[in-house]
């Protein structure tokens, strides 16, 4: 028996491996970098949890989701795999604890988000650290091409770099193979070293079944009354829809309940504990939900809306049959969502001058530029996740090199009398921590540290400040608080001028708004499609199959089906875009509204600005979100 075979026997317990999971771990035990496209469900995490027990030093594990990395962390501990997370959850004791631990090699596998490397406390500590390892998980997040494309991972390739991390493993369910090729690529990962097990689950059986929008309700109790006992997991778009649907479904004598991240966490928690111990059978979610679920035995999985991409369809269903036996997969099809669909993806371009207006921002900032987020996505009005993106163009283009970042504010209090504290230091160490208290702001509880009076008079930089803030809360001396994150960049305005730089990054994302909308045509092309739907999905990402039909879809049983569409819209008219922007022009006339974010508002698309404006709430908001955005813009346009 090999080493691996025996820890896979010792920790896990299982005496032979899933496909793929072998030679996913083989590659990075003979030091190189891997990648792992294995359907949900089929062990992906094994792999790094396996080879981080015969690697020599640290392995670091990005997740995007703290769910994920809450239901990973209670497998290793089940395992016996010494194992830690760091994130926004813990206090910076526990935080401080965990570091003296991953330095003194007690922890094999910490986990964090990519965010977490945009905070220097952390930067500052893993500089310190050898990592051998570096685990991407749902590693789609790094392709722009793929369905949630996430700006922040694609700058885990630098930080590889900037941490001297040899090795990396990429995970993913739902990678098309344009996608494979991108994420592989930014990571140098060759060809043969990337793991794909196949996409074709035989247990699941994928239904397609046409139903008008006002019949969906009865369409669904028919099939969980036949259903019985058995778990299901009826998915939607809206939060709204959730609780709507498991109420009527109570109503119906079902037992079920909604899940969206609305909810307060307990009642998140609460449900999703009822539902894996088959206390509720029935869970209406959002996507909020099924991330890191692992329940073997969901025999029916159902759309009871159109899902926004092939990817997420993909990744929904593959949360059933988890247990190898069959699987009912059912989509309650009808287009009359689409329009919503498409403008959600809509609401992910910033506006023209408001990207034009950034650059300009920044171009005159001279060599360095520092910025807060929200205050940005407030000034330019441009969503937190897009403007995000816009960022990471700018660096792409070497229009900005990001340097470092900060917490603008730290505060404290005194869990031991300051004086008592000082005694515990001679010297010079006492001096400097005198004129840290001394020069600070005092509250009646907190101080809050004046990082420029401290540094005015004091002869040292800011990281001995915060080093020595982060050692007093260690030891229990006082309550460290921070907040308000600075992102400091180096700014090359010789790359281009800023209009010709500002039409560049417009362009792509105009192309990405292109590849959304193609994304959801190829959705509903799949389900009205007239090949075996099974078939189709490998295909589709990119799996290659020596057979026609799997014998048990709906089209192989039944034949292609087309999805329905009741949805009555009367002709839209310039009097009626006039009627529906009445409110909001009598009351914020005076706003100077682009044409854009009348579309926006008529479609009920969310902007900042309308935050701001608490514009939600003024009648007319959505009045026209089952319109298409690019109709409605024509004609806001033309006003």
Not at 254 to 279: C, V
Not at 315 to 338: F, K
């Amino acid at each position: 028996m090999s080493t691996i075979q025996q820890s896979l026997r010792d920790y896990f317990g299982y005496d032979t491996f899933r496909p793929g999971q072998e030679q996913a771990v083989n590659i990075l035990l003979e030091g190189r970098s891997a990648a792992a496209i294995f359907p949900t469900g089929s062990g992906k995490s094994l792999i790094y949890q396996l080879a981080a027990l015969h690697l020599p030093h640290l392995t670091l594990v990005v997740s995007p989701l703290l769910a994920l990395i809450s239901d990973q962390l209670e497998a290793m501990e089940r395992y016996g795999i010494p194992a830690a997370r760091i994130d926004s959850t813990l206090d910076h004791r526990e935080t401080v604890k965990i570091r003296e631990k991953v330095v003194k090699g007690e922890i094999k596998v910490l986990m964090v988000s990519v965010e977490r490397f945009k905070n220097e406390n952390f930067r500052n500590f893993l500089s310190g650290v050898s990592v051998s390892l570096l685990v991407v998980d749902e590693a789609h997040c790094i392709s722009e091409w793929g369905h949630n494309f996430r700006p922040d991972y694609l700058k885990l390739p630098h930080y590889r770099k900037e941490f001297r991390i040899p090795q990396v493993l990429l995970l993913t369910a739902t990678a098309t193979p344009q996608v494979i090729e991108d994420m592989c690529g930014r990571f140098e990962i060759h060809r043969k070293d990337v793991v794909i097990t196949g996409f074709y689950r035989p247990n699941l059986h994928l239904d397609v079944a046409p139903v008008a929008q006002a019949d969906k309700g009865e369409k669904l109790v028919e099939i969980l009354e036949k259903a019985g006992s058995e778990s299901a997991i009826v998915y939607v778009t809206l939060q709204k829809t959730a609780e709507d649907v498991a109420a009527f479904l109570r109503s119906r004598g079902i037992t079920a309940a909604a899940y969206h991240a609305g909810m307060n966490k307990a009642d998140r928690e609460l449900i999703q504990n009822a539902f894996m111990f088959g206390q509720i059978p029935v869970i209406v979610a959002t996507i909020a939900f099924g991330m890191g679920i692992d329940k073997p035995d969901i025999r029916y999985l159902i759309h009871y809306d159109l899902p926004k991409s092939l990817e997420s369809y993909s990744q929904e269903i593959g949360r059933a049959g988890r247990d190898g036996h069959p699987s009912q997969c059912i989509l309650l099809g009808n287009t009359n969502a689409v329009n919503i669909l498409e403008n959600f993806v809509y609401g992910d371009t910033p506006e023209r001058p408001a990207v034009r207006a950034l650059i300009a921002e920044i171009a005159s900032a001279g060599k360095r530029w520092e910025m807060s987020i929200l205050k940005l996505s407030n000034t330019f009005n441009i969503r937190q996740l897009p403007l995000k993106t816009l960022l990471v163009y700018l660096e792409m283009e070497d229009f900005l090199r990001p340097l470092y970042s900060y917490y603008a504010s730290y505060r404290f209090r005194f869990l031991t009398d300051s004086g008592q504290i000082l005694e515990k230091f001679d010297g010079e160490r006492r001096e400097f921590l005198k004129a840290v208290f001394d020069l600070s702001k005092k509250a009646r509880l907190w101080v809050t540290v004046d990082f420029e009076a401290i540094l005015a008079q004091y002869p040292a930089d800011r990281s001995r400040v915060v080093a020595a803030l982060d050692y007093l809360s260690s030891q229990g001396y006082i309550e460290l608080e921070v907040s308000d994150l600075i992102e400091v960049y180096e700014v090359n305005s010789e790359v281009a001028a800023p209009d010709a730089l500002a039409t560049l990054i417009y362009s792509r994302f105009e192309a990405r708004e292109g590849v959304e909308m193609q994304r959801l045509k190829n959705t509903v092309a799949f389900f009205e499609g007239d090949r075996c739907l099974s078939k189709a999905l490998s295909e589709y990402f990119g799996e290659t199959t020596d057979w026609e039909s799997c014998g048990h879809c709906s089209v192989c049983l039944d034949g292609s089906r087309k999805l329905v569409n009741d949805l009555h819209l009367e002709p839209l008219t310039p009097g009626i875009v006039k009627d529906k922007l009445q409110e909001l022009l009598v009351s914020h006339g005076d706003a100077g509204f682009s044409p854009q974010s009348l579309a926006r508002f008529l479609c009920g698309i969310y902007t900042p600005l309308f935050g701001k404006l608490r514009l939600s709430s003024v009648p007319g908001f959505g009045a026209l979100e089952n319109y298409r955005y690019d109709e409605v813009l024509r004609l806001c346009t033309s006003l």
